[in-house]
């Protein structure tokens, strides 16, 4: 039995769209790769951070970031206070030192009702340490609808600048990491 095959080169391949899909395997392998190594285009052009932001990939340069941010009023008699706790976490295999952390009281529209510098809970965090902090602000403005807390932007560390934050709402107990 013999089987004959008649192969006609009718179907021609487009070269326009053979170029089309390597430009689009090579933007993807590209982007892929910019996501792998966001962290040294950070350190490296500094700007980035925020475009990496934006598509929601923060960048921690430092190896630090913050976790279980919480944030309540409390009463102390007729005055009222809000705590906002935390943890600063080291992810990385070395010691970092830590930044002073910047806590921002907003409104509903965003706004920054107060905002403050407070110490890092200790100067250096270990690897794969978690340092507990509590900052307190007496008599909060009334119309507060959240908190924001982050590493100081002004204050850099080698260089280093912008490290992740979290906001937390003071309305009920939704917290989201940034």
Known sequence: MTL??????????DPSLRRLWIVLG???AGAMIAVAARATIVRFAP??????????????LSG???DRVSARI?????RRILVVAGDVVNASDRDEAAKPLSVTVRGDQGEVLYSWITRAPQQKVAAGERAAF?????????????TL???????????RT??????TWLQGSRTESQ
């Open 74 to 78: 409390v009463a102390d008699g007729e």
């Open 162 to 167: 912008r490290e992740s934050g979290a906001r």
């Open 149 to 159: 807390v982050e590493f100081d932007r002004a204050a850099t560390i080698d260089g």
């Open 134 to 146: 509590v900052a307190r602000l007496a008599s909060p403005p009334a119309n507060a609808v959240d």
């Open 64 to 66: 630090l970031a913050l």
């Open 47 to 60: 700007r980035t951070a925020a475009a990496f932001e934006a598509a929601g990939l923060p960048v921690t």
């Open 4 to 13: 004959a095959f008649d192969v006609e080169p009718d179907a021609r391949h």
């Open 26 to 28: 090579l933007i993807g």
